[in-house]
């Protein structure tokens, strides 16, 4: 991967992941307010409300999350007191406590600058996100930050990615984006002419320019 200039990274599920994970937080939720769910059942609701939600192209915002959260846990039962809960999930995962850094971002992100290569983040998320890469030793890092609340648009929708170019001030075919997600990141970069990389922690089909299995293999890819 020649002349990259710029390494955009997405945010949930490249950089950070929650711990414990949604499942488990919203049965805990959900036990404080009368609903006894299981976890497992709950992550799957939550995966579906997410999804769901996430095609109607509508930006993060707390709006949007009362709403999964409703649709999460509809097949369960009425909670005693619905905003209640919904305003402890929507708080427990501002806290940067929440989340964990996926192994190899530090190396990746160190390794990097001392090439002289700039890092960015371009993300599908709601005003907490910059608190939580503050609080996660992230944020100073990663310039420019373009998430999609302030945006006002949604990967992989080919303007975000064009706003965050913009802001970087380089071409396309200079930048090279990484993330989980098949669709939002890879096919949404490529259409905005830029590079893009597929992370698929822990796979061992990983594809040579491709895919990655972890983080830092990107510096194995680059000069």
Known sequence: MDHIEIVF???????????????????????????????????????????????????QSRAWWRDVVARSFLPFGAPADK??????????????????????????LDGLSRRKYR?????????????????????????????SCRAGVEKPDARIFQLALAE?????????????DAEADVRGARGAGMRALLLEHGSAAARPGESISRIDELLDLLP
């Not at 997405?10 to 009368?34: C, K, Q, S, W």
């Not at 998320?125 to 420019?144: H, I, K, M, S, T």
């Not at 970087?168 to 989980?180: F, I, R, S, T």
């Open 9 to 59: 990274f997405d945010a949930g599920g490249t950089l950070i992941h929650p711990e414990p994970g949604v499942g488990e937080v919203y049965a805990r939720a959900g036990r404080m307010f009368g609903v006894d769910a299981p976890p497992d059942a709950l992550a799957a609701s939550f995966r579906a409300a997410f999804h769901a939600k996430r095609s109607e192209g509508i930006p």
């Open 83 to 108: 905003e209640a809960l919904f305003s402890h999930l929507y708080e427990h995962f501002a806290r940067p406590e929440a989340w964990r850094v996926f192994p190899g971002v530090r190396r990746a």
């Open 119 to 147: 890092a960015g983040l371009i993300s599908n998320w709601d005003e907490r996100l910059e608190g939580l890469l503050a609080g996660l030793g992230l944020a100073a890092r990663l310039c420019p930050r373009v998430i």
């Open 168 to 180: 970087a001030g380089v071409e396309p075919a200079h930048a090279l984006m990484v993330g989980d």
